[in-house]
């Protein structure tokens, strides 16, 4: 018998098609899983790429096909803070309290002549897929909505949480003990980049894969979360402002 939150599942999902301003994101995603997996489960987690989110939603602009810097002005609209520029990259703060490259502003996977932006806000519509899967196939699970990031001081890409419903952002070991019976006192572990993360092994940049189901998450996790209200670090904490 398998402890709960001990042995993990991961798959992405196939049969989710070009999404377009105004689809239904949770019934073709629950409508997926149910012809091409069998169906969702109690406490799956569904991690659901940024790019279809900001899709449904129709965050998308027009930027000139033929200027491969056409977008640069909606980078520089969405940024709330430079923190580095070095030639074409910008290094942004956005309204959202995210720190990235060019603000989120993203041309990869979206038809040319477009740009899509991040979603205005991205645990709202972890909470609306969220509510849409419970409405139409009777299921209660867990959404995170993640993007692509690079990290400081350190190379390569990984994805990360933007927004979540139903599972909290942060799990809280502080005044818990370790294995040899001394206090943790700073230990906050972010399972929802950690679950971003893992969910993008399946799903990769160029599958054509947007959404994966996690299986076995720890129950212990699920509650109502929030990315911005538990990731983005405020300012007074931060020691690099």
């Given amino acids: 018998m398998t402890i709960p939150g001990t042995e993990l599942r991961i798959f992405g999902v196939t049969g989710i098609g070009e999404i377009h301003p105004k689809d239904d994101l949770a019934g073709i995603i629950a409508t997926a899983i149910a012809d091409h997996h069998g169906g969702l489960l109690d406490g799956?987690?569904?991690v659901v790429t940024q790019k279809i989110v900001s899709k449904a939603e129709g965050m998308l602009e027009a930027i000139d096909p033929d200027d491969p810097l056409s977008h640069k002005?909606?980078?520089e609209r969405e940024t709330v803070r430079v923190l580095r520029r070095r030639g074409d990259l910008v290094i942004s703060e956005t309204k959202h309290g995210f720190v990235c490259a060019n603000a989120g502003i993203d041309l990869s996977n979206v038809e040319r002549g477009y740009a899509a932006l991040l979603p205005e806000d991205s645990d709202r519509s972890a909470r609306r897929i969220r509510d849409g899967i419970r409405a139409r196939a009777g299921v209660e699970?867990?959404?995170i909505v993640s993007d692509t990031f690079g990290r400081t001081w350190r190379r390569g890409l990984t994805d990360v949480a933007i927004g979540c419903a139903g599972i909290g952002a942060i799990v809280d070991y502080?005044?818990?003990?370790?294995t040899e019976g001394r206090e943790l006192h700073v230990t906050e572990v972010a399972v929802v980049d950690e679950l971003a993360g893992a969910a993008d092994l399946v799903l990769g940049k160029a599958t054509g894969l947007p959404v994966a189901v996690i299986r076995g998450v720890d129950p212990g996790w699920f509650r109502r979360?929030?990315?911005h209200a538990e990731i983005v670090r405020d300012p007074s904490e931060d020691l690099f402002r």
């Fill in 141 to 143: 699970v867990a959404v």
């Fill in 174 to 178: 502080r005044g818990t003990t370790d």
């Fill in 44 to 46: 799956d987690v569904l």
């Fill in 73 to 75: 002005a909606l980078v």
């Fill in 225 to 227: 979360g929030e990315v």
